[in-house]
């Protein structure tokens, strides 16, 4: 089945530590997106990428990286310079050039926590 | 982006419909209405989007005022997995860079 992949599920980072969180989609599309959730709150897009090796901040990209080397994959390293870490991560993807706004794909989640 | 404005909440019971409003008074002509809806401790899943005209699918319905300022997604029988946070989003012809996410619907569902 095509989908989104995200790991782990659950993350700890102690202070002063990079963490990696992987997303990996099947589906073929060439879009794919971070975003952050605090609880109670929607989504807000940390980084997003529409082909590979080229990537755009979003609303809130301090404290974050990414990379696309390859059009399935496209990783998020949460920086110790990210004071406040703490949320749920979503990735996404979606196929770009159609007309109606195409609907972005989600996977389950990555929930990060400080020790 | 233009804004969406939604209740914080709606109760329902099951198998009766639901109708979960969204204003969107802002809305410009090349936006089009998309509604995800999000489970707990899962990533957001589409459930259907449109334009100008009513739209089904084999999850919802969506009612679309005549104006455009206003729709409402339709469940017609509501069942204890349709309890999520419901989301309206404006997306604009073309582009979908970035899904602006407010705080959504919380729906319960009564057994």
């Known amino acids: 089945d095509g989908g989104i992949t995200q790991s782990p599920k659950y993350l700890f980072r102690k202070e002063g530590q990079n963490v990696t969180l992987s997303c990996e989609q099947n589906l073929n599309h060439d879009a794919m997106y971070w975003y952050r959730q605090d609880p109670g709150q929607g989504l807000r897009l940390i980084y997003y990428s529409q082909i590979v090796n080229d990537f755009q901040k979003g609303d809130i990209a301090e404290g974050y990286s990414v990379s696309r080397e390859k059009k399935e994959s496209f990783p998020l390293t949460v920086t110790s310079a990210q004071k406040n870490p703490t949320a749920f991560y979503l990735c996404a993807s979606s196929i770009l050039g159609q007309p109606t706004g195409q609907p972005q794909h989600f996977g389950d989640g990555t929930r990060l926590s400080i020790l | 982006d233009a804004k969406t404005t939604q209740p914080n909440s709606m109760e329902s019971n099951e198998e009766e419909p639901v109708h979960l409003p969204c204003n969107h008074s802002?809305?410009?002509?090349?936006?089009?209405i998309h509604w995800y809806r999000q489970l707990p401790s899962q990533g957001p899943e589409y459930v259907i989007h449109g334009l100008t005209s009513n739209v089904n699918n084999r999850m919802a319905s969506l009612a679309i005022a005549e104006d455009r300022k206003s729709s409402t997604l339709i469940l017609h029988r509501a069942t204890l997995r349709d309890a999520a946070v419901y989301y309206c989003i404006l997306i604009t012809q073309g582009g979908s860079e970035k899904l602006v996410f407010g705080k959504g619907t919380k729906l319960t569902v009564n057994p």
């Open positions: 802002t809305i410009s002509g090349t936006d089009y």
